[in-house]
């Protein structure tokens, strides 16, 4: 029964991250960082970059930044800051208007004269409101208009400075406005000692024991004192800043009538100027132009320039374009009171995007201090690279990744997990153990697939592969850059998982040839070079076949240009347009050198160039090797599936 009746109570969670929030795509993530990097982006631009688009379901740092800017136009353009001058006009309408109908209805001199006081008002709010301080007011309408007005004074100025005054000092007593003024003596004095490099610390306890109900933020400190007032302070200034000249004068004027007593304008007044003194790094010079039709108060305003200010410096946190910016820099609770919790919870979960990508050791630093994808950030790459060009390959051919590390031979020692399609044999103890330790871990499963790991098997026959790509301006210019990188990490991948006794040597080739690493080639910069000098690139592709005599040679070229460079004696690269038949005969003659040793030859030709066509049917014939030309987007699965098949 007691378990029957208890009851539950559900609300928001709120100890730490969305238990229930989706995790982080980090595959996804590094795609979209890896696409970046290969189109010339450094590492550190291109995760600057993913923040700033954000992913699927969470919106980046522009759109924040955007929904800003536009809270901030709409404020300023449905509201404006004249409202404490309108009502007081509207009261001081009033109470002329009552005074005057009780006038009309006295036939003495003495109204006849106040009459002509009235009309001989100033035309200014301000000036009139200060020339009826001491008018022996005849209507007892128009004397409670009036003392509304100094009383609406009064409200407003407090509520300029310290939160929720205004609804407090409603209908304030003598009494009141007297321990208003004795706050703000106290508050004054507090700050002059703390200004002089005095230890406020009793002063300020003292203070806030006494003056705490007007400070509902509960200050912990002097210093976290002048803070909170300073920020309202100099809100207030901006809010002043931003009236007419004529508004400024009236409501200067009007100020001096607060609550009837100047004592308290003049406090006012001495408390500003020694937050501006103690806190001149806050922006006391700013404006901000309000157009709309919605009439603030003095108070309302502040708050209203209050927010601009804190929009701004939210919109300088998303912008992330200051020295050393992170996402850590960011005040959440600002995006979530400006924007809204989803605001705050996208925002939240691009800081842990960053935090975990440089967790998992994605990036590294390079000597000269720049951030450089990582060798496990590549393996991420390579991955992706490499699902992509098997599912072409399958979609094309109707085949499938079977993961088979050799098509059969000797065991390599290795295992690893059964994936579907698998036909190796089981490694038992390797399985029995992961059930084991799942076991241990509360899971009560006997068995269970993912308990499941393979034995991996050795190619019989090993291969030397060559990959050379051509780099010259064409391929960027053309859109071939980035997938000829992704091919290369797709063979990569391929190579350095599945056919580990391979070994792959990649070139690249413009006006001159180099062997470059995986990490070098995904981050290498196009150049504008003229040049394509494949005969180079056969120089450094011999020298590598015949380091590994052993191995069946292979040698992939990806092109989309015939060659119109090669390599003289010196070491320098002589460049000629058209092609010249110095550099078709050197290109051919380390060609047939290649073919000597039994190399196999692929041409993967990029375009649709007619002379480049006739070249690799002549060069492809006299090697005995094929010509493929493949799409772009087809491009990795190709040469993937030229090198399966010619080491096969």
Known sequence: MARRNRRYAYGPYTDGPDPLAPPFDLRAAMDEIGRDVMEGASPRTALQELLRRGMENRRGLDELTREVYQRRSKLQRENRLDGTLQEVRELLRRALDAERDSLGRQDTDDARFREMQLDALPSDTGGAVRELNDYDWQSSDAREAYEEIRDLLGREMLDQRFQGMKQAMENATPEDVERIREMLDDLNGLLANHAAGQDTTEQFQQFMEKHGQFFPENPQNTEELIDTLAQRAAAAQRMLNSMTPEQQQQLMELSQQAFGDPRLAQAMAQLDAQLQGLRPGEDWDGQGRFRGENPMGMGEATRAMEELGQLDALAEQLSQSYPGARLEDIDLDSVGKHLGDRARVDARALAELQRELERQGLFDRAPDGSLQLSPKALRRLGESALRDVVDKIGSRRGERDTHRSGAAGEATGATRPWAFGDTEAWNVSRTLLNAQLRQAGGDDRRLDVTDVEIVETEQKTRAVVALCVDTSWSMVQDGRWVPMKRTALALHQLISTRFRGDDLKLITFGRHARSVELGELVGLDGAYEQGTNLHHAMLLAGQHLRRNTDAQPVVLVVTDGEPTAHLQPDG?????????????????????????????????????????????????RRCGGRVVAPTLDGLGAEVVADYLKTRR
């Open 572 to 620: 320098h690269a002589l460049f000629d347009y058209p092609t010249s038949p110095e550099t078709l005969r050197a290109t051919v003659a380390e060609i047939d050198k290649l073919t000597g040793l039994k190399a196999a030859f692929t041409f993967f030709v990029l375009g649709d160039d007619p002379r480049l066509a006739v070249f690799m049917d002549g060069i492809a």
